[in-house]
């Protein structure tokens, strides 16, 4: 089962391994649905459960940190 995650990069981590990791998503059954790359660095994809896994294993070193995509509103 897959599911939307918004995965933030580290910041000493060049865009072109940001790259590699999108286009392994891609790859893997994943759609990467937005690039974040002046504020954070990172994306918005959906992601195979499978994957995430192999993501979750980098956030020591080169992912921040990975969270749910979800809607977020003010009152």
């Known amino acids: 089962m897959s599911g939307r995650y918004i995965v933030v990069f580290k910041d000493h981590?060049?865009?072109?391994e940001i790259d590699k990791y999108a286009g392994q998503v891609n790859?893997?059954?994943?759609e990467?649905?937005?690039r974040y790359d002046t504020v954070i660095k990172g994306f918005s994809a959906t992601i195979p459960e499978q994957f995430l896994v192999q993501l979750q294993s980098l956030q020591s070193?080169?992912?921040d940190y990975i969270e749910p995509d979800s809607t977020v509103t003010t009152q």
């Open 13 to 16: 981590v060049p865009l072109t």
């Open 27 to 30: 790859a893997n059954g994943g």
């Open 61 to 63: 070193d080169t992912i």
């Open 32 to 34: 990467v649905a937005q």
